[in-house]
């Protein structure tokens, strides 16, 4: 398995930093080449060059984090932490905190900044960068979850192997269940988990896709937390399925404390003989290894995620071939995100007409999703597949101080943003394309009357500028572009001609980007030009 990316982040939490003198040790512990290491060590931002201060301090400057702490809270929060001593202030991309926001991180300890007085009293008496992270609050009892009790956990796996885990009954269910994959793509799952297991060789994999870093999405970190039980199960259960030995959770290193959870799974998971190379008895093999992201929203992507697993750059890579063709090391390759491998064992528990039922409005099954922005209660919630915009709002105690709703982002920051009366549309794949957005991993963002819906969305743009990999031309010029015609509007010298030029751009990143954050840069904003084609033209003024 990969050797070096472990390697640079366990010698970052024992130095604290990387030096020359470090790099080149460790190049030759390895043997391989030193520029190896530094091309690896240049592409992703966790791997720290310089002595760390007493406090560094991650302030979120994304969508969800504006739309709480307004335009200016960045700054202003940097202003007030620069007067203390030993602190160095950095703005990040999306926490996966958006529950907390405006959200922050010291020594990457989150919190939330909504009090500044707490970002401050952290800042000057900060957590050790090593300490061990608080517990999140108590789990919740999920209508996902088959077990009362961790006593029965693994009980679905177990009763499956007693009776000799029938593979292709295993994909005729999860097909005949409508299952699709949850990390935003909704691939039918039965139909990816069938491609696999028809490829030949001997050694396959599968991966469980935990870098959640879209603004707006971090129902998966809650999963992590409460179900980590069903995501191991749902990890085994599929390389049982598709003839795959190893397994890995790649996960962004921004979630200690859910990888703290997953850890202690995992640990238990061994003693009780669930993983390893005679899983519960069954003569068969299957262990899983927690792989910690070195950082960046690109590494969300598919094949982004396997050039870092293969010790390289995170940059995606061209397709046909596919991952389930060859993927990790060139070996088949299965990849699902934590929700949608959480809700395998319940759906082959209850059995594929039962849990489609458990939709409504004609929409089948369950789904996990994020609420934030102008709500009361931010939050994650598990709801029938169908259930409306309007009704998850409520579940999340209506906008925030009774206002109205301006604008809704049903997808995450990926997705279009939708006028006020998308409140009647419900949760569902098919009837958010219908109105021109989509689901998405799941992330509904509400954004209440008052707040500038042309700045949020340039956020979004801006968002993508700064995740882009840089590895193809048309993304990495083209999401620039566009934030310079963006930031010359909101200092009130948007020219018409450019913002007649905006479609003209996003068309051709559309069409010419390697990977999806091209596809989708622009489209938030464009989304905004049609739904408040006023609040916008009068950004773009001069001739």
């Known amino acids: ?28 512990r390895l043997g391989i080449p030193l520029y190896r290491l530094e091309g690896v060590v240049s592409f992703y931002p966790h ?12 302030l979120c400057r994304d969508v969800a984090c504006r739309l709480a702490g307004g335009a200016g809270w960045c700054g202003e929060a940097r202003a007030e932490l620069e007067t203390i001593a030993g602190v160095e202030v950095h703005e990040v991309s999306c926490l996966g905190r958006c529950d907390m926001a405006p959200a922050a991180a010291v020594n990457e300890r989150p919190i939330s900044a909504a009090r500044r007085a707490d970002l401050l009293a952290l800042a000057k008496d900060p957590p050790a960068p090593d300490a061990a992270p608080e517990r999140p609050r108590a789990a919740r009892q999920w209508p996902s979850d088959p077990y009362a009790q961790p006593v029965h956990h693994y009980g679905v796996l177990a009763r499956l192997l007693a009776g000799g885990l029938d ?112 899983v519960l008895g069954s003569g068969r093999a299957f262990d899983i290894e927690i792989f910690v992201s070195p950082g960046g929203y690109i590494l969300g992507e598919e094949t982004a995620l396997l050039e870092c697993l ?29 929700e949608t491998l959480s809700l395998v064992p319940t759906i082959l528990d209850r059995g594929a007409e039962p849990w489609k039922a458990l939709g409504v409005r004609g929409c089948q099954g369950l789904k996990f999703i994020s609420i ?31 206002k109205s ?67 193809c031309v048309p993304c990495r010029v083209g999401t620039e572009k566009a934030v310079v015609i963006l930031d010359e509007a909101a200092r009130g010298h948007g020219s018409k001609r450019h913002l007649a030029l905006l479609p003209q751009l996003a068309e051709t990143l559309t069409e010419t980007s390697i990977c999806g954050l091209g ?25």
């Open 519 to 543: 596809h989708v840069a622009l489209g938030p904003f464009l989304s905004v030009m049609r739904a408040f084609e006023p609040e916008v033209r009068a950004r773009f003024t001069e001739d």
């Open 372 to 402: 934030s922005g102008d709500v009361e209660r931010p939050s994650v919630h598990q709801v029938p597949m169908g259930t409306t915009i309007g009704e998850l709002i409520a579940l999340a105690g209506g906008v925030r101080g009774g």
């Open 310 to 338: 293969e010790d390289r750059r995170g940059e995606p890579r061209n397709k046909p071939p596919f991952p389930g063709q060859k993927g990790l090391f060139g070996c088949p390759t299965l990849i699902n995100n934590v």
């Open 47 to 58: 791997f720290r060059r310089t002595p760390p201060p007493r406090a560094s301090v991650a």
């Open 167 to 278: 593979a292709d009954a295993v994909v005729t269910t999860l097909e005949a269940s409508g299952l699709r994959g949850m990390g935003g793509a909704g691939f039918p799952t039965g139909l990816k988990w069938k491609l696999v297991r028809k490829e030949p060789g001997p050694t396959k994999y599968v991966v469980c896709n935990a870098d959640e870093s879209e603004p707006g999405t971090f129902k998966d970190r809650v999963i992590l937390d409460d179900l980590p039980h069903l995501v191991l199960e749902g990890m085994i259960l599929a390389g049982l399925t598709v003839g795959a030995e190893r397994g890995i959770v790649f996960i962004r290193h921004e979630y200690a404390a859910e990888r703290e959870s997953l850890s202690r799974a995992l640990d238990e998971a061994r003693r009780r003989g669930v993983v390893g190379p005679d």
């Open 405 to 471: 709703i301006l604008a809704i982002a049903p997808g995450g920051a990926s997705s279009n943003f939708l006028r006020a009366d998308a409140v009647s549309a419900p949760l569902d794949f098919k009837a958010l394309a219908d109105r021109g957005s989509m689901l998405g991993s799941g992330a509904v963002l509400v954004i209440a009357e008052g707040a500038d819906i042309v700045d949020l969305a340039a956020n979004v743009v801006s968002f993508f500028r700064n995740e882009s990999c840089g590895k």
């Open 1 to 28: 398995m990969a050797a070096i990316i472990p390697a640079l982040n366990q010698l970052l939490h024992e130095k604290g930093h990387l030096t020359g003198a470090d790099l080149g040790a460790l190049a030759e």
